[in-house]
């Protein structure tokens, strides 16, 4: 069983940076994709930023240009810096490990860190 545990949520004024980290235990995290999305009130969860096991990238196209997601495998941990943070930012941040072995799905999720961006 993967857990997943995000730390560096928090409160930033508009063009701030954060740097979100998420911590996976188990035995998943080199064989997955590595993702964070987040869900604002009243909104759907929405996909920010993948990474995979090669190093592709995928960005929403509200965040690219300000965030990066990046990979320490042998710290197996997962991070997203984001920078010049807008209010729209604002939201409730999930990290997500998904991979398929032996033609079975697994896709994890933690409990998710609040990001508050002010005006």
């Known amino acids: 069983q993967e857990q997943l545990v995000e730390s560096g949520g928090g409160w930033v004024q508009s063009g701030g940076s954060l740097r979100l980290s998420c911590a996976a235990s188990?035995?998943?995290?080199?064989?997955?994709?590595m993702g964070w999305y987040r869900q604002a009130p009243g909104k759907q969860r929405e996909l920010v930023a993948t990474?995979?096991?090669?190093?592709?990238?995928n960005y929403a196209d509200s965040v690219k240009g300000r965030f990066t997601i990046s990979r320490d495998n042998a710290k197996n941990t997962v991070y997203l810096q984001m920078n010049s943070l807008k209010p729209e930012d604002t939201a409730v941040y999930y990290c997500?490990?998904?991979?398929?072995?032996?033609?079975?799905?697994?896709?994890?999720w933690g409990q998710g860190t609040q990001v508050t961006v002010s005006s």
């Open positions: 990474l995979t096991t090669s190093g592709s990238t």
């Open positions: 997500n490990a998904n991979t398929v072995i032996f033609a079975r799905k697994y896709d994890y």
């Open positions: 188990g035995s998943i995290f080199g064989r997955s994709v």
